[in-house]
């Protein structure tokens, strides 16, 4: 398993709890964007942007390692305003907490945190849709991390 | 959405020059960062729809957006913007949809759409869609060349303004064609912030190597 699979499994995992622990409950959680399940309402989808800049990759710092990672969170909700208060508190998760990344095994390899609070920010998209039954807000959250390896 | 290109304090403490010569030095800087970030957001546009693919971002939402570049920079006496909102709104983008459909009560949409109730469910809308899209023959209404006449009336109805710019930045993946959305924004400002850095930088020495000479 690739190290950005962790960390999106990491990432999606303690997001969960968080936005559990302010009463966002029966959310369905996608990873990627190849997935065949059809979008639900409400649902959370986190995409890690793929990044060809070199510049994105700062090298190793003796033998520890750190990444920049791009993270987009798309939240399809009923309404504008949960769009709007879903996408607020997952812009508050961003800048709080520290992801712990881990392996399946549950060994700690590092963490993903956002350094850079200006670097977050958010959009609210309208309905493609006009139908009722199909109508869902898009709220996007967008943020750079930083994903950091220990030393082993 | 606004970035300022911002952080310089410390370059400018640390070589203390009168705050007079820094103005001069940001106002020049500023001047001929204009053309230079003109180029550089628009060469980033371009990446962003190479990457989308033409049969999800027609080549023809191209041209407008390059054009709508020039509104986004604001430059002022002490600070620099780039603010992609003047690019184009959600609400902007959304004047785009449904070129076409039958409106409950009679009449058809004709941009920019202002959110009249629809007659047709959205399965029969999208199945319409595909016909359009791929300008074929559907219950005896030939489509062809449809398409190309809903992306024209979308840019009329855009006017100046570029809403879609949102499709590349955020993506649309509810719908094929899929656009995976692109680090516009961040590598825009990731880009630009490096160049106004080595701008001023340059500026400010300037100043400081004629200081030095006496």
């Known amino acids: 398993m690739a190290r950005k699979q962790y960390e999106l499994r990491a990432f999606r995992n303690a997001l969960n709890d968080y936005l559990g622990g302010l009463g966002w409950t029966e959310l369905e959680f996608r990873e990627g964007f190849k997935s065949e399940k059809t979008i639900q309402v409400p649902s959370v989808a986190i995409h890690f942007l793929p990044s060809n800049k070199e510049e994105l990759q700062i090298g190793g710092r003796g033998s520890e390692d750190l990444n920049r990672r791009l993270i987009q969170i798309d939240c399809y909700m009923e309404t504008e305003d949960r769009a709007e208060a879903i996408t607020d508190d997952c812009m508050d998760f961003i800048d709080l907490e520290a992801v712990l990344i881990k392996d399946p095994s549950d060994n700690t390899l590092g963490t993903l945190i956002c350094k850079d609070t200006s670097s977050i920010y958010s959009e609210t998209l309208p309905p493609l849709l006009t139908d009722p039954k199909l109508k869902r807000w898009r709220g996007v959250v967008r943020a750079t991390l930083e994903s950091h390896y220990y030393a082993p | 959405m606004r970035f300022e290109i911002s952080g310089f304090e410390k370059l400018i403490n640390k070589l203390s020059i009168a705050s007079e010569e820094v103005e001069q030095a940001f106002k020049t800087a500023s001047t001929e960062f204009t053309p230079q970030a003109r180029a550089t957001i628009a060469a980033t546009l371009v990446k962003a729809a190479a990457n989308a693919g033409d049969e999800a971002f027609p080549l023809a939402y191209i041209e407008p957006m390059l054009a709508a570049v020039d509104n ?25 949809y449904h070129y076409g459909a ?12 202002g959110g009249e109730p629809l007659k047709n469910d959205t399965e029969q809308r999208y199945e319409a869609w595909q016909r359009v899209f791929h300008g074929e023959t559907w219950h005896g209404i030939n489509y062809a060349g449809v398409w190309n006449e809903t992306i024209a009336a979308r840019l009329d109805a855009w006017g100046d303004k570029a809403p879609q710019w949102l499709l590349l930045q955020y993506g649309q993946t509810e719908f094929d064609p899929i656009i995976y959305p692109y680090p516009l924004v961040e590598e825009v400002t990731f880009d630009l912030t490096a160049i106004f850095d080595g701008m001023l930088r340059l500026e400010l020495n300037l100043i400081a190597a004629k200081f030095n000479k006496g």
């Open chain 2, 72 to 96: 986004i920079i604001i430059t002022g006496p002490t600070e620099l913007l780039i603010d992609f909102e003047q690019l184009g709104t959600p609400e902007e983008l959304q004047e785009g």
């Open chain 2, 102 to 113: 039958k409106i409950e009560g009679g009449g058809q949409v004709d941009l920019p759409y």
